[in-house]
């Protein structure tokens, strides 16, 4: 087991947050985590807090719909650094990760270039060379032993 984190990696890795199932034990046992970055030959894992997992698991991925045999090769608290040990093999996926970008303006808007902002117009708080004005201080009330002001 790798602990240096100085070590060179021989696949650039990938930043992601997305929640993947851990099994172990012939898949009898399993935990969800947080994927953190992923690269062609391992992936970077946040496990809840308190669980210990065995150096051979297995990694699904269900809104990617795969799976993949992994070896961990570095613990550090909660995270684990794994590697694959075997091909990625396709299961069905929970759901599809679908990104759509929604336009909401309407053609005519869509024509007519943007309107600038309006420069903004000093207020009475402004002095007439443009300082803004401090506000006055007050002093709050002092109260005594049983609440009365002094």
């Not at 650094?81 to 970008?101: C, L, M, W």
Request: aromatic share 4%; glycine share 6%; with cysteine.
């Amino acid at each position: 087991m790798q602990t240096d984190s100085d070590e060179e990696r021989s696949a650039p890795r990938r930043r992601m947050l997305k929640r993947v199932r851990i099994s172990f034990n012939n898949e009898s046992s399993t935990v969800e985590a947080v994927l953190r970055n992923i690269s062609e030959t391992g992936c970077y894992i946040e496990l809840p807090d308190g669980f210990l997992i065995p150096d051979a698991i297995t990694i699904h991925n269900e809104l990617d719909g795969y799976k993949v045999d992994c070896e961990v090769v570095r613990r550090q608290g909660n995270r684990i650094g794994v590697k694959f040990v075997s091909d990625k093999v396709q299961i069905e996926a929970a759901r599809k990760e679908v990104v759509n970008v929604i336009d909401y303006t309407t053609p005519q808007e869509r024509q007519q270039p943007a309107p600038q902002p309006a420069a903004p117009q000093p207020g009475p708080s402004q002095l007439a060379h443009g300082t803004p004005k401090l506000p006055s201080r007050r002093k709050a009330p002092v109260f005594g032993k049983l609440g009365t002001p002094r």
